[in-house]
Structures are given as C-alpha cells and as structure tokens.
C-alpha cells in the first residue's frame, strides 16, 4: 500500500464494505478521543488540521492513480469532518478543566450523527463543496459538514446545560 492510500484510506479502514463513509466516521471516534485525552482540544485542533493537510496532499495523489474524482475508498475527509465535529466536546471539556478522561458519550455520539446526516444529505454549503474539483470537493464538502455538525452539537450542549440541567 502506498503512503497517499494509506492517509487516504485512513489505515485501510475506506477498503470495508458497505458504507466505507461511515466507518471512517466511527474510526475517527478512538484516536479523538485519545488526542483529547493526552492534549485536550489543543492537541486535537493541531491534528486536525495536520490531517487536513495530510488528507488534501494524498486525496490529490489517489484521486489522479484511482482515475475517479471521488473514490468510496477516501475516508480521510471524514475523519477530518469527524473531528471538527468532536471540536466543541472536546472544547467544552478542556475549558471546564474536566479530567481528559471523562468520555461524555451523548455528546460524541450527537456529533456522530449529526455529521454522517450533513455528509450523506449534503445541505447547502455542503453540497456546494461536494461539487468543486478533487481534492478540494473531496475534502471541504467533510469540512463544512463537520462545522455544520459541531453547530447543532453546541447548540444541543447548550440547552442541555443551560435549560434541561438549570
């Protein structure tokens, strides 16, 4: 396996079958969680953006050997739409000075949810970048999606702390 099918394939998880999206999206979950566990939201924030660079670099390498503009088989964007997603759960809880441990997992499985629903669904902004050329369609439609997800994930984190908790 190449270096560019491998970041691309995110470790060869975009080779399962069916739905490859959506296990990339549940794998991205555990080394989340860990970089928030061993740096807080910083550490995710860096390696996020790390794999951001890493996955436009290997999308444009895979998209051109593969001879398809958007092959099931590149997880990495949703890794990387994943993690944006996790971003204000794992804000929340450094902010808060609450222990990297602690895994609030409705909050994780919201943003789960949420961002396969935006990237399957493809709203608006989304769908706008779904249709630019690779790897910038590739990779943005993930990115706006992941954002869209963190939004929702906010909000119900908001009124779940705010309203229903008092």
């Known amino acids: 396996m190449t270096p560019a099918r491998f970041v691309s ?3 060869g ?5 069916p739905a490859p999206g959506t296990w990339g ?8 969680w860990l970089l928030h566990w061993l740096g807080g939201f910083p550490l995710l924030f860096v390696a996020t953006l ?34 944006i997603a996790l971003w204000p759960l794992s804000a929340g809880l450094w902010f808060a000075g609450v222990a990297p ?20 669904w493809k709203p608006g902004p989304v769908g ?5 050329p690779a790897p910038t369609g590739v990779m943005l439609d993930d990115v706006i999606a992941g954002m869209m997800a963190a939004a929702v994930v ?7 702390h705010t309203w229903l908790m008092g």
């Open 154 to 160: 906010s909000i119900a984190a908001f009124v779940s």
């Open 101 to 120: 441990h602690v895994f609030p997992y409705p909050g994780w499985i919201g943003g789960f949810l949420m961002f396969r629903l935006f990237d399957i």
């Open 25 to 32: 999206s549940l794998v991205a979950i555990p080394p989340a």
């Open 50 to 83: 790390g794999a951001l660079v890493a996955g436009w670099w290997a999308t444009r390498i895979q998209v051109v050997v593969l001879d398809d503009p958007d092959p099931s088989e590149i997880v990495i964007d949703e890794l990387v739409g994943m993690w």
């Open 128 to 132: 706008w970048a779904d249709r630019r």
């Open 13 to 17: 998880t975009g080779l399962l079958r």
């Open 9 to 11: 394939t995110v470790c």
